[in-house]
């Protein structure tokens, strides 16, 4: 096992490492089953739940800790574009770190690019958040780790990350809200982080795209 140089938070796993993990952890799943008094052995809905829920945890729900960064490969910004861009919504679908269910909403990225820097794809950006939504994540830290990674990666002048999120934890659990209930966090890096202007003009676009209608 390895980590990204740019993400910590990752771990590479090797040939034959991921189906070793599968496996354990569907054994530990069975004895929590056991311990619930489940009987997974006889009941024809559960029988195959243990293997069913370790592969859906390495493979999906964990799809951005045991995979690969995505790569941004980038374009030289020819035009010098130097103004703000900003994509969304992006899909977002994680799972909360401190419960384990899911969260699921809409990301907005800003970029302020560098006239002698790169950009990247746009279906770049929605690659990233997935990658970072896929581990047990807190909303907080989720826009933090998407805005450094296209920071480190993409060297903009600056960067905005703003999530908007029903987490289930809430709704179906503890208080049971209304999943008209939504946390909202930005995170600001490089230039963006003290240029007031920008930052509205990033939270005006926010709410233009928030509001606009889908297509097809
Ligand atoms: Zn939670």
């Known amino acids: 096992m390895s980590s990204d140089r740019d993400d910590p938070g990752s771990t590479l796993l090797r040939d034959g490492e991921r189906t070793k993990m599968i496996a354990a952890a569907a054994d530990h799943l069975a004895k929590f089953f056991d311990i619930l008094g489940i009987d997974y052995r006889a009941d024809h809905n559960t029988r195959?739940?243990?293997?069913?829920?370790?592969?859906?945890?390495?493979e999906e729900l964990l799809r951005g800790k045991f995979n690969p960064p995505p790569d941004l490969t980038d374009f030289d910004n020819v035009e010098s574009f130097d103004e703000l861009i900003v994509m969304g919504p992006i899909d977002v679908r994680s799972t909360c770190a401190h419960h384990l269910m899911p969260i699921f909403g809409d990301a907005y990225i800003g970029v302020l690019?560098?006239?002698?820097?790169?950009?990247?794809?746009?279906?770049?950006?929605?690659?990233?958040?997935?990658?970072?939504?896929?581990?047990?994540?807190?909303?907080?830290?989720?826009?933090?780790?998407?805005?450094q990674y296209i920071m480190a990666r993409t060297l903009p002048r600056g960067v905005a990350v703003r999530i908007s999120a029903v987490h289930t934890c809430k709704t179906q659990r503890g208080v049971r809200a209304s999943y008209r209930s939504r946390?909202?966090?930005?995170?600001?890096?490089?230039?963006?982080?003290?240029?007031e202007r920008r930052r509205d003009e990033f939270l005006r676009e926010c709410s233009l795209l928030e509001r606009a209608p889908a297509y097809g």
């Open 183 to 195: 946390m909202v966090t930005t995170s600001y890096f490089g230039a963006l982080s003290n240029d």
């Open 48 to 58: 195959e739940t243990p293997i069913r829920v370790a592969r859906m945890f390495v």
């Open 113 to 147: 690019p560098s006239t002698s820097g790169r950009i990247i794809g746009l279906s770049k950006y929605d690659r990233v958040v997935d990658y970072f939504s896929g581990r047990f994540q807190i909303q907080e830290e989720l826009v933090q780790h998407i805005g």
